[in-house]
């Protein structure tokens, strides 16, 4: 683990990247469709641009393992503790013994989810810096019972969340917790009793509210890094009330990788 003030991520070199297989809508007919060169393009503007806010350290990739590229859902890592991903798809399956590894080797404390749930990372759980609580998404890929599990092992209040939409099949795709504790989220991409729950812990002027358009631009798989808010792709409306936040609005386009299912936030890890 590194001491340093500036806030560590964690990313993979697309090396392997494709669309392989179909685990979510957005690969549905995009097997062997992504642009390798244009791919690695994206990706390296991408890390460059987080570069300039934190540092950035690299997992190597590994051949027939197309999603490590999204080390988002790599596991939940805070404080020198690190709560694994167990994936829902066994397509993903093989990229937890290189997800250990690498958490092993930095000299994480290593906790796994029991062998009857699934948790799928940082993908679904998003910890919130302003009001130091862990959000949970479910339905899709992580269980429910894994918010009293994280609570535990992290001493923070874990908020669940039930994901409805098969397109926004991870909490990162449809909800962004910033540092100023404003909430960009795509409301309709969870049920009711959520976005209740939602409403009850964010204040109304905190609450940036997405609509359909702006979602399946994965505006809201997005990295906040102080002020910087780097996202795929934002409406002009958008981005103004991210401004009125404190926050710049930074497009990296990451087209190839939507072909996956991911953008800006699925492509790194906070660690």
């Not at 007919?29 to 642009?35: P, V």
């Not at 859902?73 to 167990?86: D, M, Q, T």
């Not at 302003?130 to 918010?147: N, P, V, Y």
């Not at 358009?213 to 910087?228: E, P, Q, T, W």
Request: proline fraction near 7%; charge should be negative.
């Amino acid at each position: 683990m590194n001491a340093s003030a500036r806030p560590q991520v964690l990313m993979c070199p697309p090396d392997f990247f494709g669309v392989s297989y179909v685990i979510n809508p957005w690969m549905e007919g995009q097997q062997g469709h992504t642009d390798a060169a244009e791919a690695q393009a994206q990706w390296t503007g991408l890390k460059d641009l987080i570069a300039r806010h934190a540092d950035v350290s690299l997992i190597m990739p590994h051949a027939g393992l197309p999603d490590l590229v999204f080390t988002a859902n790599a596991g939940l890592a805070l404080e020198g503790k690190v709560l694994l991903s167990r994936f829902r798809r066994p397509q993903r399956r093989g990229e937890e013994h290189w997800w250990r590894a690498w958490f092993e080797k930095a000299g994480y404390e290593i906790i796994t989810p029991p062998e009857e749930l699934c948790f799928e990372g940082a993908g679904d759980a998003l910890f919130d810096e302003a009001r130091q609580t862990i959000w949970l998404g479910h339905g899709f890929r992580s269980d429910q019972e894994m918010a009293p599990l994280a609570a535990k092992i992290f001493g923070r209040e874990t908020v669940p969340l039930r994901l409805i939409d098969p397109r926004f099949y991870h909490l990162d795709t449809c909800f962004c917790p910033l540092p100023d504790g404003a909430l960009l989220y795509y409301p309709a991409a969870f049920d009711a009793p959520s976005r209740a729950e939602i409403e009850r812990r964010v204040a109304p002027d905190q609450r940036i509210a997405v609509d359909e358009s702006d979602a399946i631009k994965f505006c809201c798989n997005a990295v906040a890094l102080d002020a910087m808010l780097v996202l795929n792709d934002a409406s002009p409306a958008l981005e103004a009330q991210a401004r009125a936040h404190g926050l710049a609005p930074t497009r990296a386009p990451l087209t190839q990788f939507m072909k996956a299912g991911g953008a800006a936030k699925c492509l790194t890890l906070r660690i």
